[in-house]
């Protein structure tokens, strides 16, 4: 593994006054796609429908054809590992002055790339993929909203390439899809990212658009790669031992209906990507090969990928990399990334549990949280004391029905330095929850999903034929069960009850249920594991930043509600 070392400010210089060579490259057209402030350009985009199909050529900038091996600059990028956007700044790669404008694909600059171009036949599939070494001067530089703006604007001379990008993009998605994908997808009300994580922020339309042809450039050549057996960084994601297969997964998202309950067991179930020489798959797309190759301006395996590419199949030689050469980069790379990760959420942990320290000091600062702030306030306060202080204004946000499931999740299953305030919060939650019965559903499957266990149901059914329904949760329940004329309604009655025996401290184990109420049984008892499917359960649109809580405070709430029926089956007793 290369040493970091201080970048020779001449290596810089020399650069920027070498005359570019266009020798054996082939002039390509193109123009580029990315957000409004961007300005590493790594890839741009042509496309040329034909008959039977189209060919793609994705154009990405030839960064290796700069960069010398064994430099200072490469040196630095194999430290660093990828560029790092900062919330007023950024810490490049490559030095500003080359990944803003030397490397960068700019309007009107001629740029040295690298083109590979796929064939598709008219279903999308890929037929062919071949490397090429070209020079590109882009066309036009698009934001993600003026590309939008340009697909509704017949008049613009990039109108039909935009329509034509638009169409095959879906056609990529549709196949996607059709074989199981979650990434890069909708599911569940939320929009998951190319490896199952939650995005806070909606995507602009031509924004998917991109993303499908970089989606469809890294697989054509990971496919390309391993066919022919190549070691390089393949990108690699795997689901835990626990997991359903990917079809059965999308169906399992789709019925939780709260994005905080998808969240979870995305966690539980999709395990960090990783960068490997070996190729083991792609869970999330659903892919057996894939790789990062579009980026090579701000991600270093992709700068790697790109010289064992070139070498292989432009140059025709031996690949400028051992497999123990290329295992230790992986490693480092992989390590690199998850030390950032965990920095980077101790620092906003710090950031958050500080200023939750502040507001709780101050009564009129909990009065004029927003909804959001609230509820991460409410979940923040678990972390440094408890949840007293909150409660006058938990009540009075009851009260006006302002209120969330997950909010009503950690006020219900928190602690308190003093029971009493425990005890005025149950009334109002009793009273909010009894005239909207569906949102208890919604918080015993928060508590289900967060303690990783099964909500379980015993169902009986009366003698004038309505649904009885006790809900168990952790190997208790009520004494009664929730009765009503349809399965839902029964369990969200019975849902209700479970959380007003939380509250009471009155749950009993399953057998010591009180059958008399339903003065004449005749089904036998059936114990089931389900997950509630009623399509009556509303998405939770504005759900808390759960980018910036880490996993931990997920584990923390576990241990609580762990200790929580601790206390009460001590009580009991």
Known sequence: ?????????????????????????????????????????????????NQSGAVVSVHISDV???????????????????TRYLATKNKPMFPHELSEDKLSLLEDKLRLTVTIRITLDESANIKNTSLHLTHLTSLNRFSYSTADATLHDPSSPFFQMLRYCELWSQKLAWKRKDVGAIGLSRVGGVNLDEEGRILTSPL???????QEFMILANTAVASLAEKHRLPMLYRNHTASAIAPKSKELIET???????????QKLQSWLNPATYSPAVIGHFALALPAYTHFTSPIRRVADY????????????????????????????????????????????FREKRLNQTVNILRDKDKIENLSDKEFSQIVKDSLRVSKLDKIVPEAISRIEQGNIKPVDLYYLIFGDYNNLDNKELLKNSILDYLEEKQVEATQIIQ?????????????????????????????????????????KQAAKHQANYLLIEGVLDQSLVPPEFIDESSLHDVNSETNIAQTVVTDESIPDIEDEIDFLEVP???HESQARLFTRSLTKTENETA
């Open 1 to 49: 593994m290369a040493k970091a070392l201080p970048i020779i400010r001449q290596e810089i210089e020399e650069l920027l006054d070498n005359n570019i060579s266009l020798s054996n490259r082939e002039a390509v057209l193109g123009f580029t796609i990315d957000g409004e402030t961007s300005k590493d350009l790594d890839d741009a985009l042509w496309i040329e429908p």
């Open 64 to 82: 290796s054809a700069i960069i010398q091996p064994g430099s200072s600059l490469e040196a630095n990028a194999l430290s660093q590992v990828e």
């Open 204 to 210: 602009y339309h031509s924004q998917q658009i991109i």
């Open 253 to 263: 998202l789709t019925t939780l209906g709260l994005p905080e309950l998808v969240r």
């Open 304 to 347: 790697v990928n790109h010289r064992i590419l070139k070498a292989v199949f432009i140059e025709g030689k031996e690949s400028p990399y051992t497999l123990e050469e290329l295992q230790a980069i992986a490693n480092h790379i992989n390590s690199k990334r998850t030390q950032v990760k965990e920095l980077r959420d101790e620092h």
């Open 446 to 486: 928060i508590a289900g999903t967060t303690n990783q266990t099964t909500v379980e149901y015993i169902e009986k059914t009366t003698a004038s034929g309505k649904f009885a329904f006790w809900s168990v949760l952790e190997g208790e329940t009520t004494a009664t069960p929730g009765i009503a004329s349809n």
């Open 551 to 553: 996993e931990e405070a």
